[in-house]
């Protein structure tokens, strides 16, 4: 195996696991796992991000650069596990509390009183939250909701807005 080839797989293997996280992110989850999918994909993005610069950093070093492979390898490396704890820091999960008061989306339908789940932000900045249905209604996918309470980091309590407890 040469070290040109450990460099494009290391990269290619990043930018898989940088899509299929985000991809996975945004898959609907059960209520009683959300909490663990969003740390096992902010873990994906993180291992993802740190190995495809690992990967680029070490075959531009070698290849382009000229650079002795020991030492490309020790730059990818040190190069790749910076970027992933700072991915790993940056994609903190939402918070329930910070959300208390703002308009968040259904994506699993949510029986009056029961459980359901909702979306968080916009985009690739989004997480899936449990939810709590305060209405004496049903609330479809795709109802837009006011979150009322955050009662732990993961699972909030919603209600139609406008309406009163």
Known sequence: MTWLFLYITAAI??????????????????????????????????????????????????????VPNGTACGAGLVAGIVVGAAVAALARPHRAAAVVGGTVVVVRGMPPGGFGQVRVGEGTHSALLAARNLDS?????????????????????????????
């Open 137 to 165: 209604v049903e609330l479809l996918p795709g109802t837009r909701v006011e979150v009322v309470e955050g009662g732990t980091p993961s699972v909030v309590a919603v209600r139609r807005p406008g309406e009163q407890a």
């Open 13 to 66: 293997l990043g930018l898989v696991l940088w899509g299929v996280s985000t991809y996975l992110a945004h898959a609907p989850v059960p209520p009683p796992e959300a909490r663990n999918a969003a740390t096992r994909a902010r873990r994906r993005r993180a291992v993802g991000a740190g190995s495809l610069v690992f990967g680029g950093i070490g075959l531009a070093a070698s290849w382009w650069l000229g």
